[in-house]
């Protein structure tokens, strides 16, 4: 694990939909690539080159900066055998890693829990989206999930102290006696109870500030914004979590022009969030994730692309060795995965990586199993 005076944060952004990694990673040099893409491709003048094969896709300056700069590891042909074509199913796996059956445990859900046993800050892991991922549900775990984080608290808009006390009160009466009941009225009752603890920490511990920072205007923007609020607060959140729109890159029509815009939105939030963290001073014990549930298929379909198999994903972050990591996949017909990208890297390594050199866990009972690690967390 890495040595650090505060404990390591982890950040995740997934990519809800589908990212097409064949032109996020840009194969500008393979005849293959513009073969099989003769309607949605990015042309070679454009890309912005790594290496002598790949490049990042022209929207991707601000990132490309970062990676620059070698605070970005990319992870190529990421996913899992017998790949799932389902959007729904294929997130499922990612969140719980189980590809062969239906779990009930989020990965992250696990991780909180080993990150703090005794249940002492129900801010542990903090979600910014509607909803609560389903990687970060376990029952008995507190998880805050937070739709607005300006509008965040229980009954705020009551302003007379004695009164919101005595509808708190309430409310607490209400959520405690479930308590008990069965697993599903616990998992209720203890999340109303968490919820209603966590709240005025979180709304009062944001309160103060302030940053240099214009995010954009999109709700993945402000969710970033809202993490780095959440971050820099200092109330000891070890994971957070946020979400792309809903599957807003499942890119099955007219992909070159919402891609380009997805890839633009993305590249500026993350070097906006990154440039906020390190404004003050906070970024030394952050990395971020960002994933999706599958990449594109490797021909387009005319004007987009269809799900496929192997992607892409990216680890950000000071501490963070930057570079390729694992082949790109082959692009060859008789290596292709029934038209897909095969994977090289079992996304279940990635968060082994993540877990035991940045978390300082055991992964085993995590990603139920053992997977190969990477090497892009710097041991210094």
């Not at 990687?135 to 965040?152: D, H, I, K, R």
């Amino acid at each position: 694990m890495t040595s650090l005076k505060k404990d390591p944060v982890l950040v995740v952004l997934q990519l809800s939909g589908g990212n097409d990694m064949l032109n996020t990673l840009v194969p500008y040099t393979n005849p293959l690539y513009f073969d099989n893409r003769p309607n949605v491709l990015i042309p070679e003048d454009q890309v912005l080159p790594i290496n002598d094969d790949v490049g990042f896709n022209p929207n991707f300056e601000s990132l490309k900066n970062l990676y620059d700069d070698g605070k970005v590891a990319i992870i190529q042909g990421v996913g899992y055998p017998n790949g799932n074509r389902s959007h729904f199913r294929s997130m499922d796996i990612w969140h719980t890693c189980e590809p062969e059956i239906m779990a009930s445990e989020g990965w992250l859900g696990r991780a909180i829990r080993d990150l703090d046993p005794n249940q002492e800050n129900v801010l542990t892991g903090v979600n910014l989206g509607r909803g609560l991922p389903r990687s970060m549900a376990v029952p008995g775990v507190p998880v805050a999930s937070v739709g607005s984080l300006a509008n965040y608290g229980v009954l705020t808009t009551i302003e007379a102290e004695e009164q919101r006390n005595e509808a708190l009160d309430i409310f607490a009466r209400m959520y405690s006696p479930a308590i008990g009941l069965g697993p599903v009225m616990d998992y209720l009752s203890q999340t109303g109870m968490d919820g209603m603890k966590g709240a005025d920490i979180l709304a009062a511990g944001v309160a103060d500030y302030s940053s240099a920072v214009e995010y954009g205007s999109s709700s993945m923007s402000q969710y970033m914004k809202n993490i780095a609020q959440v971050h820099t607060a200092g109330l000891g959140t070890r994971v957070l979590y946020t979400t792309a729109p809903y599957n807003s890159f499942d890119t099955h029509a007219t992909q070159l022009s919402a891609h380009s815009s997805l890839c633009a939105n993305v590249s500026r939030t993350v070097s906006d969030f990154y440039e906020d963290i390190k404004e003050h001073n906070a970024s030394d014990n952050l990395i971020l994730l960002l994933f999706t549930e599958f990449g594109r298929r490797v021909h387009d379909n005319g004007t987009g692309t269809d799900h496929g198999a192997g992607g892409a994903a990216l680890v950000i972050g000071d501490a963070v060795k930057g570079g390729l990591y694992g082949e790109y996949p082959s692009l060859e017909q008789d290596r292709l995965d029934n038209g897909d990208l095969a994977f090289n890297n079992d996304f279940r390594g990635l968060y082994a990586t993540i877990l035991e050199d940045w978390l300082g866990l055991d992964s085993k009972p995590i990603v139920n199993g053992s997977f190969e690690k990477l090497d892009f967390i710097s041991k210094e």
